[in-house]
């Protein structure tokens, strides 16, 4: 029986796409009873930069044979020490790709001001760490066996890397219903009493938070209007000293309380540049909380038709004007709900699992 080796760069009770699908792949493999070995990299994460990576690899080495599958759940962390394993083992190497890295680094670092789809441009005007991450991502998705990617538009970006499309399979993301509290009993523990926006995610640049806040504030009529961002990250400060005490900061929160509040929402609204493919606006759809997002292609996978209200990136107007249609409008809000609730009810841990192993070339 084959035995497969997970490579993750997070894993629970770390948060993020890579600890979800992990957990998700590793319960399928349990139920099928398929022989799998985890490895986070949390394991050697107290290691000093380039040991780390050095060591990890190690572990995967020792984890793997020639009749074993390795997956890695990221191109550069645990991609490129799994994949020099993977060859000194003579196993078979597969990546699943989450989203581009070095555009992330790229544009956090403020080197990089244009959009995923036309990334790297120049390659030699961005900053060494840029160009070296760019490098390294391309080198091991063009030697993986097959890339699975979780949406089209990030198949997309992949096959820019040089990958054949013939080689990228797309597996969407999948969630499990989840039992919730009554929706009124959550405001009251709350405390919420008029209409509520909430958003989510890393306050980085591409999640356009400041332009949600400006939209929200704008909305100073809509009486009790409260707007609630969960999350952190590097421009922390910025937004709250743009917010100036009109909206509520949260840190990041486990997942149950974080769908609890987003499904106890009035709006989901998520400014986002640049998405894979997007959990949050699958966890929101799947709770019936209406959607007000941007019409960017890492969404098209998901905002179809109805299912929500798309924007332009970083539109304050916009934004402000959909939050409130959603808000003012009892009907289009019970209408996007009920498309977006029928939309999310295919995107299944089964079918990512059943889609995933069938891209691995695993029969289950």
């Given at each position: ?92 190497f597969f990546l699943r790709v989450g989203g581009d890295y070095a555009w992330e680094q ?12 036309s990334f790297p441009g120049d390659v030699h005007a961005l900053p060494l760490p840029a ?84 939209a929200v504030k704008s909305l100073g009529d809509i009486p009790d209007l409260h707007l ?137």
């Amino acid at each position: 029986m084959t035995h497969i080796v997970i490579a993750t760069g997070l894993y629970p009770p770390e948060i993020g796409g890579p600890a979800t699908f992990a957990s998700l792949f590793e319960k399928g493999l349990a139920k099928h009873s398929m022989a799998h070995t985890t490895i986070p990299f949390s394991s050697v994460r107290y290691l000093p930069k380039l040991v780390r990576h050095v060591a990890y690899g190690w572990r995967v080495y020792r984890a793997a044979s020639s009749d074993s599958i390795v997956l890695a759940l990221d191109p550069v962390s645990v991609g490129l020490p799994s994949l020099l394993a993977a060859r000194a083992r003579g196993a078979r190497f597969f990546l699943r790709v989450g989203g581009d890295y070095a555009w992330e680094q790229a544009t956090q670092r403020s080197c990089y001001d244009d959009v995923p789809e036309s990334f790297p441009g120049d390659v030699h005007a961005l900053p060494l760490p840029a160009r070296i991450m760019y490098a390294v991502q391309r080198y091991v998705a063009v030697r993986a066996e097959r890339v699975l990617v979780q949406s089209t538009s990030l198949g997309a970006i992949v096959a820019a890397w040089g990958v054949a499309a013939s080689r990228i399979s797309v597996v969407p993301n999948g969630m499990s219903a989840v039992a919730l509290p009554d929706r009124e009993a959550l405001r009251a523990r709350y405390g919420w009493h008029g209409p509520v926006v909430v958003s989510s995610g890393r306050f980085v640049p591409w999640k356009g938070f400041e332009a949600l806040i400006d939209a929200v504030k704008s909305l100073g009529d809509i009486p009790d209007l409260h707007l609630v961002i969960i999350g952190g990250g590097p421009l922390e400060r910025e937004l709250r000293s743009r917010a100036d005490g009109a909206v509520e900061f949260i840190p990041p929160l486990p997942k149950s309380e974080l769908l609890s509040m987003i499904s106890a929402a009035d709006v989901f609204a998520l400014n986002t540049r640049y998405e894979g493919f997007s959990h949050q606006i699958l966890e929101a759809m799947s709770v019936g909380t209406p959607v007000v997002t941007t019409a960017i292609p890492g969404n098209a996978d998901l905002v179809v038709g109805e299912t929500a209200l798309s924007v332009p990136w970083n539109d304050t107007r916009a934004l402000a004007d959909s939050v409130r249609r959603v808000i003012e409008d009892p009907a289009l809000a019970r209408s996007l709900s009920l498309r977006a609730r029928a939309h999310a009810e295919q995107f299944t841990p089964e079918r990512t699992f059943r889609e995933s192993c069938a891209a691995l070339g695993i029969s289950v």
